[in-house]
């Protein structure tokens, strides 16, 4: 994944400059976005969920699948040993099969990036978790020091949470102010910067109106990503979810002329959802998205499966889960 | 900065057609035996290919009669035998629906042209609701609100159309039998394979012989069961002309009707609408079973102040429908019905070209052989064309622009017909407003082509009369209970 300098904002992007000067001019545009009918986006993404992908379809979907994982530890037990292992797994998924693709980065807590980066290199791309994760509770100064701190530490990409609480108190230049300020910790000496991915918490958004909402106005920050859980709060990633985040890149590039990534993360566990989303990345945003630049999974469990289900098409049979590594 | 990647292309996912066993040749299905027809037959044939499926018997007017007769002698039976009785076999037949329900699907796909998408996860399992929601009515009848005792009519002749065989068949049957009536269906002539299959779960199902009958062939056919003395109610579903000339043919005698015939549903979708909702309840109302559909919303009013926005983005959806063998699984689009069918669409289509309307289809390739007909809309299209007026009966939609709500009623009733009609918007009141205005049997809000046993489904105007459906659609086979 490259990681360029920031530049000035796109020219489609500095059209919205009026829109985040004010917290009642960003209120209003928010607001005036078009509603989400809550049934209306399950039913499709449902029907979705009914593709069948079969043979080649299914042998590149997988292989796609695996290349985007954000492959992730984040727990209180973590240790270095731990991350190191999950590291190694990351460069090399499948031992037994050196065609096996890596993944797109290992995603952990910000203390442990030295430790992935020290197995990895630049192969596999770091994410660290930052701005106190996972609920967002902290002073600015405690989020801005954590994200530094990753950085610092080596880390490519950092996953931020947004204040729920601000959010859903309305206060929405709040949330705008700190996603800005989280971009600039993001910034390198060197100038470039770590990418950013803005988590939102679907789960305690609740509503797919705010889901759109939340990602418009993660975009208008300047985030790379938006990113749809922390994997702590159920209900994480869901195909709905995922599918109004979806319209909402595809939509904000049509008006900007800017490409955003999108990730769920949380309760993807089995290949067959994974090719699901897939599917979904095709058919609602396009298939510019299918990349690991511009799509990710974040998960844990979801590899192995990718896996088996790997080996049985290339060699016709299943094997336990013995034959696939446990990190 | 946008890096292309290779396309996602889905292979092939055929659904297996070895499921089903379609015979050389068919008969007429007569108190409750396959007997061979006396008059001459036709052939049914695979729209997606235009191969052969088998030789149908084309019923005779004597056939007919021998069809009237058998159901007279089970109507004895079957009205005096107790509801609970009845429920009994209209729930067993219900099961075997379920469990024979990839047969059906396949079946369906097969002699229809729709995709297996759609016969597996809409047609069979409505089937088979119905079945099961006229099977709990049989022993309640007298709670229905229609009298203290209501009395079945007697044999009912029951003629369906080609579009959703099977489901017709079910609104037509199951609400019968359970009043108490025995029936004589016939199914349309390019699709006649479902309905002789349904006939062998009839026999599954130990049903009494004679309760039903069903009899293949065409217009002929159709008029001679409609116009039999000895037949007490018409069930018709179909076009208005045909609606038209069997109400004709009935006239003065004491046979009751219910006629469910055509339409040309406005969608109205407002500037507040969830806008990518409102997009798959467009590409939903109007591509849905290649669009035939007597409900589509065929005519597409937005206001003005998001047309344009609306029209690209239902133009990039219409990108990804994938029109192509109704048995691979991710098929979004099948096959025309027939040539007949074909034919027409083309010939409005081109009207609507030469009247000046913009036309246009995302590029897609079909296949050689076979029916097939584009996702297609046309743009620019005023309440003069002909597009707008008629029923195109295919997979092609009008966009008309409206600027304020009293115009945009205005312009969805102005049409013969009054079946269904949508409203997108996300203000509650607007929808309550609208449907109260709207001259149309059905007003979905927010949602399309939504069909429940237990919501009644019929016309205004020229789309017909009488209710199918609910606790109202028994009134259609029920003495004395108007519809």
Same mark, same amino acid.
Request: glycine content about 16%; some cysteine; hydrophobic content about 30%.
């Given at each position: 994944m490259s990681t360029t300098a920031p530049t000035d904002p796109a020219p489609g992007l500095a059209a919205y400059s009026e829109v985040t000067a004010g917290e009642a001019s960003l209120r209003r545009f928010l607001h005036g976005l078009p509603g989400v009918d809550q049934v209306g986006a399950e039913a499709r993404a449902a029907g979705l969920g009914t593709r069948s992908i079969k043979t080649t379809a299914k042998a590149w979907a997988l292989d796609l699948a695996i290349r985007m994982v954000d492959l992730t530890t984040l727990e209180g037990q973590d240790t270095p040993g731990k991350v190191r292992a999950l590291a190694s797994k990351a460069l090399r998924?499948?031992?037994?099969?050196?065609s096996c693709p890596s993944v797109a980065a290992v995603c952990v807590y910000g203390d442990l990036v030295g430790e992935v980066k020290a197995v990895v290199g630049s192969e596999v791309n770091v994410a660290a978790v930052a701005t106190?994760?996972?609920?967002?509770?902290?002073s600015m100064a405690v989020k801005l020091a954590d994200t530094r701190d990753a950085v610092a530490a080596g880390a490519d990409e950092i996953d931020m949470v947004i204040d729920r609480g601000a959010f859903l108190a309305g206060h929405y230049l709040q949330v705008f102010e700190e996603i800005v300020a989280t971009r600039e910790a993001c910034v390198r000496p060197d100038g470039s910067h770590a990418h950013l991915k803005v988590i939102f918490e679907t789960g305690e958004l609740q509503t797919y109106d705010n889901v759109r909402r939340a990602s418009w106005l993660a975009m208008l920050a300047g985030a790379d990503f938006i990113k749809t859980s922390t994997?702590?709060?159920?209900?994480?990633?869901t195909l709905p979810v995922t599918l109004v985040m979806l319209e909402v890149v595809r939509d904000f590039r049509e008006a900007t002329g800017v490409q955003i990534g999108v990730k769920p993360a949380g309760g993807i566990r089995t290949a067959k959802d994974a090719i699901k989303y897939l599917v979904m990345v095709n058919e609602i945003?396009?298939?510019?998205?299918?990349?690991p630049d511009w799509f990710r999974f974040g998960a844990s469990t979801l590899l192995n499966d990718l896996l088996m289900q790997r080996t049985k098409m290339t060699t016709g049979r299943y094997s336990g889960p013995d034959y696939f590594t446990l990190d | 900065m946008a890096k292309k990647s290779t396309p996602f292309e889905y292979a092939p996912a055929p659904e297996s057609r070895s499921i089903v066993d379609i015979k050389p040749s068919y008969g007429l299905f007569v108190d409750g035996e396959f007997v061979d027809g006396r008059g001459s037959s036709f052939k049914t044939v695979?729209?997606?290919?235009?191969e052969t499926l088998a030789e149908i018997a084309e019923a005779s007017e004597a056939d007919v009669d021998l069809a009237v007769r058998a159901a007279r002698r089970a109507f004895r039976g079957w009205s005096r035998m107790s509801g609970r009785e009845r429920a009994k076999y209209l729930f067993r037949i219900a099961r075997i629906i379920q469990e024979r329900g990839r047969e059906l699907a396949v079946l369906e796909s097969i002699d229809n042209g729709k995709p297996i998408k759609e016969s597996r996860d809409v047609d069979v399992p409505v089937v088979a609701a119905h079945f099961f929601y006229y099977a709990g009515w049989a022993d309640k009848l007298e709670h229905?609100?229609?009298?203290p005792d209501p009395q079945p009519l007697g044999v009912a002749g029951q003629v369906i159309p080609w579009n959703f065989p099977l489901l017709m068949l079910a609104w037509k049957v199951a609400p019968a039998l359970a009043c108490g009536n025995t029936v004589v269906l016939k199914p349309a002539e390019t699709t006649p394979l479902t309905a002789l299959l349904f006939a062998e779960i009839c026999q599954q199902a130990d049903l009494?012989?004679?309760?039903v009958n069903i009899v293949t062939g065409a217009g002929g056919t159709g008029q001679a069961v409609v116009s039999h003395?000895?037949?007490d109610k018409v069930a018709f579903t179909g076009s208005t002309a045909v609606g038209k000339a069997i109400a004709r043919a009935i006239a003065g005698s004491d046979k009751k009707a219910t006629l469910e015939l055509g339409g040309k549903a406005a969608n109205i979708v407002f500037d507040d609408a969830a806008i990518d909702q409102a997009v798959e309840g467009i590409v939903g109302g109007i591509f849905f079973n290649q669009g035939h @559909?007597?409900? #589509?919303?065929s005519r597409l009013l937005v206001q003005e102040s998001v047309a344009d926005e609306l029209l690209a983005k239902l133009k990039r959806r219409m990108g990804t429908l994938r029109v192509g063998d109704?048995?691979?699984?991710?098929?979004?689009i099948g096959a025309i019905n027939s040539r007949e069918q074909l034919d027409r669409i083309r010939e409005l289509s081109d009207i609507g070209e030469a009247e000046g309307a913009e036309r246009w289809a995302p590029p897609c390739d079909l296949p050689a052989s076979g029916f097939w007909f584009p996702p297609t809309i046309f743009t620019g @299209?005023?309440? #003069?064309h002909r597009i707008a007026r008629e029923?195109?009966?295919?997979?092609v939609l009008s966009v008309l622009t409206f600027r304020t709500p009293a115009e945009a009623v205005e312009k969805a009733n102005n049409?013969?017909?009054?079946l269904s009609a949508g409203v997108w918007t996300e203000k509650g009141s607007r929808i309550l407003h609208m449907a109260s205005q709207l001259r149309a049997g059905v007003v979905w809000a927010n949602t399309f082509n939504k069909f429940d046993p237990a919501s009644p489904f019929g016309g205004y105007k020229e789309s017909g009369y009488g209710r199918e459906g609910?606790?109202?659609?028994?009134a259609a086979y029920l003495k004395g209970a108007d519809a």
């Open positions: 998924p499948d031992p037994a099969d050196p106190a994760f996972p609920s967002g509770r902290a994997g702590k709060v159920q209900p994480a990633a945003a396009g298939d510019d998205w299918l990349d | 695979n729209p997606a290919t235009e229905a609100g229609l009298g009494p012989p004679g309760v003395p000895d037949v @559909v007597c409900c #589509a919303g109704p048995l691979d699984k991710n098929t979004d @299209v005023t309440q #003069a029923e195109v009966f295919g997979p049409t013969p017909y009054g609910g606790r109202q659609g028994l």
